[in-house]
């Protein structure tokens, strides 16, 4: 994909192939991965499809339960 000179400011110009093999616009997140002396360059995926199974469902909160255990809390400090 040939060689990159950083700027000044560390910046370095995307390849056009690149950007278009991963789908990367201007404004798309990217993000840099250092894996022992290289980097990686990999697309962040925004859409919430993306973020489908990171929120897993909780048993039930007992009201009563979590009132049990409170009170027994304070019995068992104020013996």
């Known amino acids: 994909m ?3 000179t950083a700027s000044s ?9 690149i950007r278009r093999k991963l789908g990367i616009e201007a404004g798309s997140p990217v993000r840099f991965v250092v ?4 980097v990686v360059l990999e697309k962040v995926d925004t859409s ?3 973020l489908c199974g990171v929120v897993t469902a909780r048993a ?3 009201l009563n339960q979590i009132d049990a255990t409170i009170a027994q ?6 013996r």
Do not use: C, E, F, W
């Not at 400011?9 to 192939?17: L, R």
């Not at 894996?35 to 290289?38: A, E, F, G, V």
């Open 48 to 50: 919430l499809q993306s």
């Open 73 to 78: 809390s304070v019995a068992d400090k104020t």
């Open 9 to 17: 400011k560390g910046q370095v110009t995307i390849p056009v192939a």
């Open 2 to 4: 040939g060689v990159q």
């Open 60 to 62: 039930p909160i007992d």
């Open 35 to 38: 894996r022992n002396d290289t």
